[in-house]
Nanobody
Framework: QVQLVESGGGLVQAGGSLRLSCAASGGIFSINDMGWYRQAPGKQRELVAIISSGGRTNYADSVKGRFTISRDNAKNTVYLQMNSLKPDDTAVYHC?????????????WGQGTQVTVSS
């Protein structure tokens, strides 16, 4: 019932922009931290950006100044605006969120959306 669905990935030229969206649905009482992670083939998953329930944000050093994470609580959605994209940004981007459902808080992962940045 509870799920995270990502969208907005695709192919873009270096220097271009993409905006990723992650929508949470399914009887959610509230959303705590939400974030974006990415994983390229042969590499470990890495944190890209996190936004807390209070709106505090943290970014990986590699994306600071280029990416912006935001959230719309009314829509249960987190966004990742990616500007000045580089080929090294190519990866599958996964949404992650801690969601309060019922009496507990559970962690959920989206299925991922592919971002490919060409030279």
């Amino acid at each position: 019932q509870v799920q995270l669905v990502e969208s907005g990935g695709g192919l873009v030229q270096a220097g271009g922009s993409l905006r990723l969206s992650c929508a949470a649905s399914g009887g959610i009482f509230s959303i705590n931290d939400m974030g974006w992670y990415r994983q390229a083939p042969g590499k470990q998953r890495e944190l890209v950006a996190i936004i807390s329930s209070g709106g505090r944000t943290n970014y990986a050093d590699s994306v600071k100044g280029r990416f912006t994470i935001s959230r719309d609580n009314a829509k249960n959605t987190v966004y990742l605006q990616m500007n000045s994209l580089k080929p090294d940004d190519t990866a599958v981007y996964h949404c992650n969120a801690n969601l309060k459902v019922g009496l507990g808080v559970n962690n959920y992962w989206g299925q991922g959306t592919q971002v490919t940045v060409s030279s």
